[in-house]
């Protein structure tokens, strides 16, 4: 079950509710006289919310997305406009986000990358998000799902690095482990406490025969909004934002793999709290309690079945309580 967004008041919707267009002329404001890039938000004469790029390069042609109109004009002076305009007005909490996401993060824009070129791979993740879901929050196992992985990939950047940690996280493009870098992969799950087994979603995810797959187990506790140290959605992904502040690339990396993954930063997430109580890692080898491809019948696949935790005692290779 998934739970509906709440509208909120975000200052794309104080902007566009300030606006009164005069048919059959469109009207726009510019977002903020002091960001680096020409972003401005309009009215058409017929009521639908625009939001307008201009840019000194030609954009590509871009496909409509969900509910979204995506046109590019030449203008007068030379230089080129991008219009987004919300064809269904019942997501106009989702625009609003969309338009902000990509208004507040190209306002520092640094290495070679061209401001087109920001918001077009910005505008690719979202493409993804939009075309799976609604204006819905993501359901809670899919919250704490997210959670534990992100704990992972903290984990994982002071092992590697910002730049290869980042790169190994694939789960959110389809990949069929969590996190693949080189020969190694890794797989997470997150349980609770009392949980007695841990679901596994496919044969695919701890078929071996590509990589060395690791079954990293986070277990992580619900607690009250009122707890100490609780962990939220919104908090890690601020946290592992600024642990990525220092590497750019990777920073913009991931900010899209977030993206995909459904997560757009809501104040709804904060009704959602955990507390980490453990970090376990398993080896994947040859006898590991799992199914593997080679040992299905011709014509199944995607099958997902459980394995007791108590099975996987002799495979446990770290363990960090918390």
């Known amino acids: 079950m998934r739970t509906r967004m709440k509208m909120s008041t975000t200052k794309c919707l104080s902007i566009w509710q300030s606006l009164r267009p005069e048919p059959p002329q469109s009207v726009f404001k510019r977002y903020d006289t002091t960001h680096p890039l020409d972003f401005y938000l309009g009215l058409d ?18 496909l ?6 995506i046109r590019k004009n030449s203008r007068d002076d030379g230089r080129w406009a991008l219009l987004l305009t919300l064809d269904d007005s019942g997501l106009l909490e ?8 990509l208004i507040e993060h190209s306002r520092e824009i640094r290495g070679s990358t061209s401001p087109l070129t920001f918001v077009l791979r910005r505008l690719s993740g979202w493409r993804h998000l939009l075309e799976r879901a ?18 992972f990939l903290e984990k994982l950047i ?6 290869e940690a980042v790169r190994a996280w694939v789960g959110p493009s389809g990949a069929d482990q969590d996190f693949q870098l080189g020969s190694s992969a890794w797989e997470v799950k997150t349980i609770r406490p009392d949980a007695e087994t841990v679901i596994i979603a496919s044969e695919a995810q701890l078929n071996d ?8 187990i986070v277990e992580l506790a619900d607690v009250s909004t009122s707890s100490e140290n609780r962990l939220t959605l919104n908090l890690q992904v601020s946290k592992l934002r600024n642990k990525l502040s220092s590497c750019y690339e990777a920073l913009v990396q991931f900010d899209n793999q977030i993206l995909v993954a459904g997560y757009v930063a809501r104040e709804e997430y904060e ?14 080898v040859e006898s590991f309690p799992c199914i593997m491809r080679t040992a299905l019948p011709d014509g199944v696949k995607n ?9 996987l005692e002799n495979y446990l290779v770290e363990r960090t309580s918390y």
Do not use: W
């Open 303 to 311: 099958v997902c079945y459980e394995i007791e935790l108590k099975a």
């Open 158 to 163: 002071d092992h590697l690095g910002c730049e």
């Open 134 to 151: 609604s204006d819905d929050l993501l359901p809670l196992n899919s919250i704490r799902g997210l959670c534990g992985e992100l704990i």
């Open 45 to 62: 004469g017929d009521g639908r919310h625009l939001l307008l790029f201009v840019t000194s390069q030609e954009p590509p042609h871009q």
């Open 94 to 101: 989702m625009f609003s986000l969309l338009s902000e996401d």
């Open 209 to 216: 025969s590509i990589y060395d797959i690791d079954l990293m």
């Open 271 to 284: 009704h959602y709290s955990f507390r980490l109580r453990g970090l376990y890692r398993y080896t994947v």
């Open 64 to 69: 409509d997305m969900r509910a979204i109109r």
